[in-house]
């Protein structure tokens, strides 16, 4: 059974940077995932796809503070410059043949 | 630009059907890529519903699966959803999604969700 795991909530300053960590379940670490950001009262929007040796790809307009890294099973999303319209809800999705996969998503507040 | 517009009623009554389209602009329903539908219930993440290829193959969430059916109208460029036997369990935001194409050893499948819609809000209540 594919699955996977987020941290339920996760905060950082203004200005800075932070980490937000997706794992995958044994048996399936070297899947891709996607990222998507849902903020508060809106619909989510696709972030990026994130590849099982760190190479990613973005979605149109997805500026550059977004970036996606990757260790064994772990899959990450690095916000850098912390704006205030970050402070949402992040989710990371992945797939295989038979279904797709929602991790339980990041809220994450900007201090 | 690829743009998703779910549709339906927003209440529906207990044991009945929850019926809603998603209209497809900006490409086409018969491209290579999925169409799923997926929900949120108040204060909740993200559920998968299925998803479907213009072909008709479709796969669905297996908690789901026997209430579910997602189609394709490929002369209107959209999808729909209908869910029987709903309950207020099934009170949620609904929303389309556009999925990538992933190929695997010959094998192709529904992939990362590119696109979304707005979403559209559900009632179960009499």
């Known amino acids: 059974q594919l699955v996977l795991t987020q941290s339920p909530s996760a905060s950082a300053s203004l200005g800075a940077s932070v980490k937000l960590t997706c794992t995958l379940n044994s048996g399936h670490t070297t899947y891709a995932i996607a990222w998507h950001q849902q903020q508060p009262e809106k619909g989510p929007r696709f972030l990026m796809r994130?590849?099982?040796?760190?190479?990613?790809t973005k979605g149109d307009g997805i500026p550059d503070r977004f970036s996606g890294s990757s260790s064994g099973a772990e899959r990450y999303l690095t916000i850098s410059g912390l704006q205030s319209d970050d402070e949402a809800d992040y989710y990371c999705?992945?797939?295989?043949?038979?279904?797709?996969?929602f991790g339980g998503g990041t809220k994450l507040t900007v201090l | 630009q690829v743009q998703l517009q779910e549709s339906g009623p927003g209440l529906v009554k207990p044991s009945g059907t929850l019926s809603l389209t998603c209209a497809v602009s900006g490409d086409s329903i018969s491209s290579s890529n999925w169409w799923n539908w997926v929900r949120q219930s108040p204060g909740r993440g993200l559920e998968w519903i299925g998803e479907?290829?213009?072909?008709?193959?479709?796969k669905y969430n297996p908690s789901l699966k026997s209430r579910v059916t997602i189609s394709v109208d490929e002369s209107k460029n959209q999808f729909s959803l209908k869910m029987s036997s709903v309950t207020a369990a099934d009170t949620a935001v609904y929303y389309c999604a556009r999925g990538r194409r992933v190929c695997e050893i010959g094998y192709c499948y529904g992939g990362p969700m590119d696109v979304w819609g707005k979403g559209t809000t559900v009632t179960v209540s009499s």
């Open positions: 999705q992945t797939w295989d043949s038979d279904t797709q996969v």
């Open positions: 479907m290829y213009h072909s008709g193959s479709t």
């Open positions: 994130l590849n099982r040796d760190g190479s990613h």
